[in-house]
C-alpha cells in the first residue's frame, strides 16, 4: 500500500522513470541483495533517461522536420559533392554552439532537404531547439502576422530558436516586404543562433533573388560568411536509390 502511494505520488510530481523503476524493482527478486545506494542510482538513472526522451519527443515534434531523417541514414555512396567528414563533424553540433549557419545548395531532388533534416534532428538529440519551414510559409506567416499584430511576437520565436532550417529559398524573387522580413529574421539571429538555408538556386545568385542591392548585401553579409558551404551536384537521388537498390 505504501508503495502504491509512493508510486502515485512520483506521477503526480511527473517522476515518471522513477516511478517505472520502482515498479519494475518489485519484480526482481535479487535487487534485495543491492545496497541503498545502487538501488537509489537505478531510480535516478531512470528518471535522468525518461526526462531525456520526454525532452527529445518536444523537442522534434516542436521542430515539423520535413524529413525523418536521421545522419545514419545519409547515403554517402552517390557521387554528389558530400562530404562525409564535414557532414560528421556537423553531427557534432559545435557549429550551433558557435553561431555559426550551413548553406545548402543543388538540383532538385538532390537531398538537401533530408541532409538538413538530418542535421536537425541531430541539433534536437543535443537539446537544441530546431524549427523546419519552407520560405513561402515563412513569408506567408509573417504577413499574416504583421496583419493581426502578431509579427513581433513571431520575430521572437524565430530568434529563439536555436537552429531554423529555411527550405525552398529563392524559387522566386523577394517582394518588399519580404526582403524587409527576411532581413529582420536574418539580423535577429546573427552572431546568436544558427540557421540553415536550403536552395536550388547557387549561392552567388541570391543577390539577384533578394533584389534590392542594399538589404541583399546586409542579409548575404550576416548568412554568407560565416557559413559552411554544401553544394550538391548529380542526378535527382530518387533516381539514383532506385538503381542502387
Not at 96 to 121: D, M, Q, S
Not at 125 to 150: C, N, T, V
Not at 210 to 228: E, K, V
Amino acid at each position: 500500500m505504501l508503495l502504491e502511494q509512493t508510486i502515485t505520488k512520483l506521477n503526480k510530481m511527473k517522476m515518471f522513470g522513477m516511478a517505472k523503476e520502482i515498479a519494475r524493482q518489485t519484480t526482481i527478486d535479487e535487487i534485495a541483495q543491492l545496497s541503498f545506494e545502487e538501488r537509489f542510482s537505478l531510480l535516478v538513472d531512470m528518471e535522468e533517461t525518461s526526462r531525456e526522451n520526454r525532452r527529445l519527443k518536444r523537442l522534434l515534434a516542436e521542430a515539423k522536420l520535413r524529413e525523418n531523417a536521421c545522419i545514419e541514414d545519409i547515403d554517402f555512396r552517390s557521387s554528389r559533392g558530400l562530404d562525409r567528414s564535414l557532414v560528421l563533424s556537423l553531427a557534432s553540433c559545435s557549429w550551433i554552439e558557435k553561431y555559426l549557419n550551413v548553406l545548402l545548395t543543388g538540383p532538385t531532388g538532390a537531398g538537401k532537404t533530408f541532409i538538413a533534416c538530418a542535421l536537425g534532428n541531430a541539433a534536437c538529440r543535443q537539446g537544441h531547439s530546431s524549427f523546419y519551414i519552407r520560405a513561402p510559409r515563412l513569408f506567408s506567416e509573417l504577413k499574416i502576422a504583421r496583419a493581426d499584430g502578431s509579427y513581433v511576437k513571431l520575430l521572437n520565436k524565430l530568434a529563439k530558436t536555436k537552429l531554423l532550417i529555411i527550405d525552398d529559398w529563392g524559387i522566386s524573387p523577394l517582394s518588399d516586404s519580404q526582403r524587409n522580413d527576411i532581413l529582420e529574421v536574418i539580423e535577429d539571429r546573427y552572431h546568436v543562433r544558427s540557421t540553415i538555408i536550403i536552395s536550388q538556386i547557387p549561392i552567388d545568385k541570391w543577390h539577384d533573388v533578394i533584389g534590392n542591392p542594399t538589404i541583399a548585401d546586409a542579409i548575404l553579409d550576416r548568412i554568407t560568411h560565416n557559413a559552411y558551404k554544401i553544394n550538391l551536384k548529380g542526378e535527382s537521388m530518387r533516381k539514383t536509390q532506385q538503381l542502387l537498390d
